[in-house]
């Protein structure tokens, strides 16, 4: 039986507290890229009660996504807005939820307008610099939270977060590139996912440090 939307803001309101509950239930979150990254950085945020979440990506699952994203098998093919929002509602059904299949550039980041914290997941260095700069240009006031470095088996504690600026969060070891040596493996890259939906909590708690 599912639970009612009340017992679980109960079971959240007892976790958290009723004050930050609130904070965390009223809050809008933005991710940006749907792969090992943003798959994880969005679970991880619905587990936790994120009101809606804003998900962004044009890309379809593929069988070659399954070893590290958030994906089952039956959903190959599927549009990842679909097929995530789908495994999301599974574990938080009355989270609300925009979809955008759409490849984000600097003429079409309108559906982010409403985040308050944006996370940016994309693999590529290029859309990561895109949106980097345009969020700061565009939305001061908005917080980002950005990945870099995740690959390969190097340790697990070289994964940190560091505040660059007042509202600007990297996480990862800064060094690693998804496409040399071995590539994204998931327990590493899920690391780095708990560090970005890790600072969103935080930054909503109004814990700003890091």
């Known amino acids: 039986m599912i639970p009612t939307k009340e017992e679980l803001q109960k079971a959240l309101e007892q976790r958290y507290g009723a ?11 933005a991710v940006c890229g749907l792969g090992g ?24 699952v593929e069988a070659g996504n399954l070893h590290r994203q958030l994906y089952t098998a039956e959903q ?12 999301l509602k599974a574990a938080a059904p009355y989270l609300a939820i925009e979809k955008h299949a759409l490849r984000l550039t600097a003429q079409n980041l309108e559906p982010l307008s409403g985040a308050g914290i944006i996370c940016e997941a994309f693999d590529c260095p290029e859309a990561k610099a895109m949106l ?18 995740m690959a ?10 560091r505040r660059i600026t007042p509202r600007f969060y990297l ?37 700003f440090d890091v």
Do not use: F
């Open 19 to 29: 004050a930050l509950y609130r904070r965390i239930a009223e809050a809008a979150v």
């Open 76 to 87: 190959v093919g599927w549009l990842k807005t679909e097929a995530l929002a789908e495994v």
């Open 171 to 207: 996480c990862g070891d800064g060094v690693s590139e998804g496409g040399s040596g071995m590539g994204l493996v998931s327990s590493r890259v899920m690391l780095c996912a708990a560090h970005q939906a890790h600072a969103a909590l935080r930054i909503l708690a109004g814990e």
């Open 132 to 149: 980097v700069n345009q969020v700061a240009e565009r939305w001061p006031e908005k917080y980002l939270i950005s990945g870099s470095g």
């Open 37 to 60: 990254l943003g798959s994880h950085i969005a679970m991880a945020l619905a587990r936790a009660g994120v009101g809606r979440l804003i998900l962004v990506d044009y890309d379809r």
């Open 152 to 161: 390969g088996l190097g340790s697990a504690n070289s994964i940190r977060t």
